[in-house]
């Protein structure tokens, strides 16, 4: 699973390398100040990396004193994997269905703009989150064929990058890390049932860009695997929102492979919480 990572490091050197004819226009204001911003941010241009949905996005900040500056942001808009990636290489998933933070509403609107043209107000437009589930009791569904994996156990490899130190492998979720440094990045491994048969898919995410992908296998995991050693206890599972576009396995995410699993190519969503 260490392939994944060094994977994503690539694609993410890659996207410097490559170009294409910008999308050049008269600059769009997408994002006003307030709510704790201050400023306003019009895009300037947007050019196609090369690499799958991938967007070099030049935004335009002004002050409140009318100050302004230009930085290139990169935006994903595949619809499995949204996400933006500031100048500085710092990652913010997109979800696409939820209202954001105020602290992300900017990314949010960033990646409404570049992807979708949408201009003013996206936010406003935007549901109220749903329902919650604790990740090793998610069920999901197929967009396309109604097919269900259902979700009976979790295993992590992860680790943080706090001051520019990757810090050592941990086998859960750390809260205080996790609110003061990126990430995490590595693995979650999800276990259950998929049409009433042993499978298991494992979510990978890298400090690159794009970030992440889905891989399924038939068959139960073995938690001896690289540094997976041990499932997470249920009081150790964090919830995740039903719907949540990060956790929808089977779509492709050029550059990575596809996957050749048994849910790949398919659109498992998190749709459901079954009961203990």
């Known amino acids: 699973m260490a392939s994944h990572t060094s994977v994503a490091a690539s694609a993410f050197a890659a996207l410097f390398l490559l170009s294409a004819a910008a999308v050049a226009a008269e600059p769009k204001l997408f994002s006003r100040a307030g709510d704790g911003q201050k ?12 690499l799958g949905k991938n967007h070099f996005s030049n935004v335009r900040f002004v002050s409140q004193g009318k100050k ?4 290139e942001w990169i935006v994903n808009c595949n619809q499995g994997f949204p996400q933006v990636v500031s100048p500085s290489n710092v990652n913010t ?8 933070a105020a602290k992300d509403r900017f990314k949010y609107e960033l990646w409404f703009a570049v992807c979708e043209g949408k201009t003013q107000h996206a936010t406003e437009q935007t549901p109220q989150p749903s329902e919650d589930c604790p990740v090793d009791r998610l069920v999901f569904r197929d967009d ?3 097919r269900q994996f259902v979700s009976e156990r979790v295993a992590v490899d992860y680790r943080y990058i706090c001051d520019g130190k990757i810090t050592k492998a ?5 809260k205080d890390l996790a609110a003061r440094c990126q990430g995490p990045y590595g693995d979650t491994v999800i276990e259950g049932l998929l049409d009433g048969k042993k499978a298991h898919a494992v979510y990978s995410v890298a400090d690159a860009a794009p970030c992440c992908v889905w891989y399924s296998h038939k068959g139960a995991f073995k938690p001896d695997q690289g540094n997976i050693t041990r499932w997470l206890k249920s009081n150790e599972a964090w919830s995740v929102q039903l719907g949540d ?11 990575y492979e596809d996957d050749k699993g048994p849910m ?3 659109n498992f969503r998190p749709v459901g919480c079954k009961f203990r």
């Open 39 to 50: 400023f306003d941010a019009y895009l300037v241009s947007k050019e196609a990396t090369g």
């Open 68 to 71: 302004s500056s230009t930085a």
């Open 93 to 100: 998933f997109v979800k696409v269905n939820e209202r954001p």
């Open 144 to 146: 396309r064929t109604n």
């Open 170 to 174: 941990f086998d859960r979720p750390q």
């Open 245 to 255: 576009e990060w956790y929808v396995i089977g779509p492709s995410n050029p550059p």
């Open 264 to 266: 790949g190519g398919g």
